[in-house]
């Protein structure tokens, strides 16, 4: 097998995640409708919290708990076989920081189209400069 597939093929996950960054990345550039941009960059975020999840994911892991142990002596803790729960919960906080952008980003899209009657981008400026 090609080295460059075999490449690809192994790294299948963060090659779905850069799909996913472009896709929200051209949704938020290249789109001029205000609710397509908002979309785009709420798969934007989606991706960069998959991303973090992902790379903070271990095999063969267990959870950061260690056991008390009989005596005074306590067995040595192996941390390659602990799960770090920190990125785990700083994208518990994207989350939230997500759906709060979401919706402040949809109310004032209301707010531009109750007063524009439209979400498109250029007439949007072209109302503005008249």
Known sequence: ???IIAFIIAKYNYW???ILMMIGLFG???KKNLIKKI???NIFQTAII???I???AKKNATIPIIAHTHG???AAVNAAGIINPLPHVLMLTAIVVAVATLGVALALAIKIYRQYHTLEEDEIISQIRE
Do not use: E, K, R, V
């Open 1 to 3: 097998m090609d080295p």
């Open 16 to 18: 779905m995640y850069i």
């Open 28 to 30: 938020m550039i290249i």
């Open 39 to 41: 979309i785009g960059m």
């Open 50 to 52: 998959l991303f973090y």
């Open 54 to 56: 992902s790379i903070a």
């Open 72 to 74: 005074d002596t306590q």
